[in-house]
């Protein structure tokens, strides 16, 4: 069975730092398009980063630059989510989604497979 399971969410101060995971089980990540999407509360879902199947990185939201990286491991079917700076407008659930095909997307109904989420809090 298919399933993502994120992980690594959870309360941070203005200026720290969280890794997020993507956990992949039920097939092969290495053909797909991983993407990190946010949604805070009263707003739509956007997109964050995303990852080809090359490695190539796609950057949808422009206040995460320099701040927010994201990585692949193949072998562990697993995406991370390196937030660092993190500020209060970060504060969001954070979500992996896989697109079954190589290239990213921003577009939301591309990505075929959803994790539940985790929470990501910036509060002093």
């Known amino acids: 069975q298919l399933q993502l399971v994120e992980s690594g969410g959870g309360l941070v101060q203005p200026g720290g730092s969280l890794r997020l995971s993507c956990a992949v089980s039920?097939?092969?990540?290495?053909?797909?398009?991983v993407g990190w999407f946010r949604q805070a509360p009263g707003k739509e879902r956007e997109g964050v980063l995303c990852i080809n199947s090359s490695g190539g990185i796609a950057n949808y939201e422009n206040s995460v630059k320099g701040r927010f990286t994201i990585s692949r491991d193949n072998a562990k079917n697993t995406v991370f989510l390196q937030m660092d700076s993190l500020n209060p407008e970060d504060t969001a659930v954070y979500y992996c989604a896989v697109r079954q095909a190589g290239a990213c997307s921003f577009y939301r109904p591309f990505y075929a497979y959803w994790g539940r989420g985790t929470q990501v809090t910036v509060s002093s």
């Open positions: 039920g097939f092969t990540l290495d053909n797909y398009a």
